[in-house]
């Protein structure tokens, strides 16, 4: 007991006099500029998304709030859409459903001319439900139902990919049980060694062995070839050595077994360039030194244009060599459409000094943003911005664990009870990783730059979290036992 | 290029050597048995519950599927409840709200003499929609509305604790606009050292200075203490440190400032036999060599029968030797109380090989059974029972993502396509986490030990995940688009 309060002692003394040096050395950068996103300061208040007052518009909805900024996700969706200099073609995109499965967001997307990812029952069905062509829907996944198996051949829509070779023969029942051809491609893993959890492995020759394998199923006609770099796709580097390797797997596959490939489909990977994975060592500091998380290097991060040029270009180039006609190149972006198109404002509830640090609690926490422990995402001070980042807070969510802790160590203007704050980059997965732990989850609005406001989805009420269950009876036990 | 190859065979190579060796030394104990749980062999088939054949009830109420066990909560409740030999009285029972808020299973419990622990306005809400008396409710967390404090107050719950003294004058100026007294307490944190999110450490006199503040207020009966051990309570070294601190600051308190305490909240803490947090190295053991992770040592863990007597008796023997009443003393469970009285059934929709591993993707994943990724929860195989378990697979959800990988190692029978296993202990924090991420929620049912089998919630329908958004109308722009 002795021991151990000594050593506790001991490391508590070593970090406090660490603290002041660690904490402020090497300098951390400074964090994004509003006007990133897109936010401006309100005169003489806080700042505000294309006139629109984001404390009002708060006020207005419950916080928390989802904010989709209109404006942005409509360039999104143009900049991968654009075809590049001096290519044929663009790209067709089929937005990644799981990403971010709000009905108004997936609509806006369509109307632009996005198609649909789909990794679900579920999510085949929205799409529909959507008024999405068959023709527009791609479908993936490891775990595809025989009911949605069966939608999906039924209303014939553009491509099938195969997760695992094991899929094959069962899809093939199907189809052969319908009477129906189906447009499939087989997801190949690129990745050498371990992890093989999605798609079939080039290396080995098991890649090739499903493609075999399909091509003997009357039922279908082979023309895809589905495979996602995996990791996040960064740089050009990164870019063209995972469009290299599907290529020279494409060539082998006309080489070895005679085919053509109609649809090209090189999936998503691509991140938000201000959202990043945190490492052990910066989460570490910011934990024991109270130092804040590096803020991305996001401009060294490949655009969307970029990286739809590259892509297209690359892949233009190599048919063109070898005298072939391009396949429709297909993309399935989730967090590079829609990560930086939304944010999620929530309030400050109270501040706490407690053991020499300084807590801001706030109404949105692991419930909502779990996907902020693990990556960067700036925390903007709405309704304080301007002021001096005074005070350095620990930022924690309202649920009763110590794991609802957000943000260690975070650079603020001094808080007060009532405050916004937005939880930018929330486009992602945070909708879809949301719970109604303890509370409901929140309305979603989108905000054009013309300033209309429209709601998507209202917040969640009481009642709605038990919607589902039987009836609550108040028991006659209970009742006898009440006051 | 060359010597990234290189360093990756190398390491490839070491791993293939020493998986041989590291999967079976030293040797992984055996898993529990089933009978653990009351499940028995059906003759002939899979495993049942009272019973009930818990393929066929999968069948019925759909896959996957949550079971509760009525008989194992009642007895639960029991044991909780039971007055220790040679106590003046038994402790009360709070149930933590959060671990698990389905209704059916609170008024169970609130129908055995449970009462509630609710720490947001929702789940007051609930509490009282649900009939619990207020006198039987318990209000915590660090985040309470404004709202959901008039509701408290005016209804005169049994007992708010403040998490931190910045509450105080909060509830203070609400209680007088109401012209109500309110029963308060102070959550003290007995931990030394760094983590002080909850509560108010008594170390460097900040709890003594919150009671201080509490009792200037008119509008108070400061009768409440209350603490969470914080980590869990493996044994009982671990309850008497714990208990002791927070005696030990009764006494001060009753010194300092001659506070008589009415109600004495010992929080939770106390966890399930059969789940335990995986260590690092236990699970990198597991995903780099195919090691199974290690069986918790459950009959080392202290149960709940020697956990509340030992804790009644240690308080009645203090306050017996200050020759002082003794305090209502208020316990608030969650994992110990509904852990182990639920499991989720879950299918295998198909098994895949690659790069050498076995896989096995079932139909509930992190949207699901996020806590089996950090703590052990056995996985049984319902449909397979009693087949040698000749296969080491690493067992993957239905979501599209790496971090989806639920156990990365663990041995069972040969598995086929259909067949049910059964994810134990997700009776806590298992609901409460769940997301409709691609894939909608379970249903949830009863089972009773006269094989009586009662819905508590119907699974999600694809209507329920679109049930607040704005009606879709499928845009004319993509009628125009569509075939």
């Known amino acids: 007991m002795l021991t151990r309060s000594l050593k506790q002692v001991l490391k508590s003394g070593i970090k406090d006099a660490l603290r002041p040096v660690l904490q402020r050395y090497p300098t951390p950068q400074e964090p994004f500029d509003p006007s990133r996103w897109g936010l401006a300061q309100r005169p003489g208040a806080g700042l505000e998304l294309h006139g629109v007052d984001l404390s009002a518009l708060m006020r207005e909805w419950g916080s928390p709030l989802h904010v989709v900024d209109a404006a942005r996700l409509r360039a999104n969706a143009r900049r991968f859409l654009a075809v590049p200099r001096g290519a044929s073609a663009g790209a067709e995109v089929y937005y990644s459903y799981k990403s971010n499965p709000i009905p108004g967001v997936l609509t806006f997307l369509h109307e632009r001319g996005v198609g649909a990812e789909v990794i679900s029952e579920y999510e085949l069905w929205l799409a529909r439900h959507l008024g999405v062509p068959a023709e527009r829907v791609v479908y993936n996944g490891p775990a595809k139902s025989d009911h949605s198996l069966r939608e999906a051949i039924d209303s014939s829509i553009l491509l099938l990919n195969f997760n ?43 890649a090739l062995a499903a493609y075999t394998r399909a091509l003997s199923c009357e039922a279908f006609d082979v023309v895809g070839l589905h495979a996602h770099r995996g990791g996040m796709i960064h740089d ?130 692991i419930n909502l943003a779990e996907s902020a422990r693990n990556e960067y995402h ?52 945070f909708v879809p990783f949301s719970t109604s732990f303890s509370f409901p989850r929140p309305a979603v609005v989108m905000v054009d730059d013309d300033g209309q406001v429209r709601p998507l989805r209202r917040a969640e009420r009481h009642e709605d979290l038990i919607a589902l269950d039987e009836p609550a009876r108040p028991s006659p036990k209970l009742r006898r036992a009440g006051s």
């Open 164 to 206: 695992h070779s094991e899929e094959i023969d069962r899809v093939a029942g199907i189809a052969r049980a319908l009477g129906r051809r189906v447009r499939v491609g087989v997801r190949v893993s690129t990745g050498r060694g371990w992890s093989a959890q999605f798609g079939v492995p080039i290396e080995g020759g098991a």
């Open 236 to 365: 050009a580097n990164e870019l063209d050595g995972f469009v290299g390797d599907v290529l020279a797997f494409s060539d082998s596959l006309r080489a070895s077994l005679g085919v053509e490939l109609a649809l090209l489909d090189l999936g998503g990977s691509l991140g938000t360039p201000t959202v990043e994975h945190i490492s052990t060592a910066d989460r570490r500091l910011s934990q024991a030194f109270y130092r804040e998380i590096s803020v991305p290097p996001a401009e060294q991060r490949l655009q969307i244009e970029s990286y739809v040029e590259r892509l297209v270009t690359r892949v233009e180039e190599h048919c063109r060599e070898r005298q072939r006609a391009r396949p429709r190149i297909l993309l399935e972006p989730g967090r590079a459409m829609t990560g930086d198109a939304q944010f999620l404002l929530t309030s400050v509830i109270e501040t706490k000094r407690a053991d020499g640090k300084t807590y801001a609690i706030i109404d949105a926490g």
């Open 378 to 429: 700036q925390l903007l001070p709405i309704s304080r911005h301007g002021a001096p980042r005074a005070e350095t807070y620990t930022v924690v969510g309202p649920i009763c664990t110590p794991g609802d802790t957000l943000y260690p160590a975070v650079r603020l203007p001094e808080l007060r009870p009532g405050d916004t704050l937005a939880i930018m980059d929330a486009g992602a997965y």
